[in-house]
């Protein structure tokens, strides 16, 4: 007769009885994404609710927002969304609220960037929206506590552009002669964090205008917009003086000249 070892026997029912717990571990924290919030010395964990007996307005809307989702890595916690970016907030409670009692992402994009790790690489290229200087916040142009995290009426900026308009307002129009890139949003030719190119532009000067405007090549032609651009552009740009200067729209030229 074979007889299992008891102590097999134990590992069995110990290996059964861990995998039942991730299994409902794992039906809990679905859709949660899990962080290890920042730390403040001294301070513990209050909850949503606590946080919400001042935050009145911001707690309305911030159940539909894409970073309810986020939750503090210890489930006996229960739902502790806002201290998982802001960090322990106990101290900021029996302070009433003073500033320099709770984190806040405004002052240091170090709590967006415990998630949005690729971002912070971004902000390092030779072209980039200044962040890490402290001269734009994640929050000029991102809304984290209500829709999907982007500021404006649209589902991202790939639909919108009005996130970037409110520091661009040069860009904004209206225009009457208008480049369609525009219709698709800025980040159709602009990188929105940073880029390897100038201007935060998504390929190398003309090589981006030709992605759309090359109606045709053959040796020693390029044709766009029915002509011959074979010695152009000069030095490499379409928007140097003289071509198409008024790249995001104008008023008097419907080439974008100017």
């Known amino acids: 007769m074979n007889i299992r070892p008891r102590w097999t026997k134990n590992i069995l029912i110990f290996g059964g009885t861990a995998l039942w717990?991730?299994?409902?571990?794992?039906?809990?924290?679905?859709?949660?994404?899990?962080v290890a919030p920042p730390k403040i010395a001294g301070a513990e964990f209050v909850g949503n609710k606590e946080c919400?007996?001042?935050?009145?307005?911001?707690?309305?809307?911030?159940?539909?927002?894409?970073?309810?989702?986020?939750?503090v890595a210890d489930p006996k916690l229960g739902d502790t969304s806002c201290e998982?970016?802001?960090?322990?907030?106990?101290?900021?409670?029996?302070?009433?609220g003073s500033k320099g009692t709770i984190i806040n992402p405004d002052k240091s994009p170090e709590s967006c960037f415990q998630c949005h790790l690729d971002k912070r690489g971004e902000f390092q290229l030779p072209s980039a929206h200044p962040v890490t200087t402290g001269h734009v916040t994640c929050t000029d142009c991102h809304e984290p506590h209500a829709g999907n995290a982007i500021k404006g009426s649209g589902a991202s900026l790939h639909t919108q552009s009005e996130s970037c308009t409110e520091c661009h307002t040069a860009q904004k129009g209206p225009?009457?002669?208008?480049?369609?890139?525009?219709?698709?949003?800025?980040?159709?030719?602009?990188?929105?964090?940073?880029?390897?190119?100038?201007?935060?532009?998504?390929?190398?000067?003309?090589n981006l205008c030709l992605q759309c405007h090359a109606t045709g090549s053959s040796p020693g032609r390029l044709m766009a917009g029915g002509r011959d651009h074979a010695g152009n552009p000069v030095n490499g740009?379409?928007?140097?003086?003289?071509?198409?200067e008024a790249v995001h729209g104008s008023n008097v030229s419907h080439a974008l000249r100017f």
């Open 84 to 96: 998982a970016c802001h960090g322990p907030g106990s101290l900021h409670v029996k302070a009433g």
């Open 237 to 244: 740009t379409c928007w140097v003086a003289g071509c198409h």
């Open 175 to 206: 225009f009457i002669f208008k480049h369609n890139a525009m219709k698709e949003g800025c980040v159709a030719c602009h990188k929105p964090h940073g880029s390897v190119n100038e201007k935060m532009l998504t390929a190398p000067d003309s």
């Open 21 to 34: 717990g991730l299994l409902l571990i794992s039906c809990v924290v679905t859709n949660r994404t899990v």
């Open 52 to 71: 919400a007996q001042c935050h009145e307005d911001t707690s309305k809307h911030f159940g539909s927002a894409t970073h309810a989702k986020v939750a």
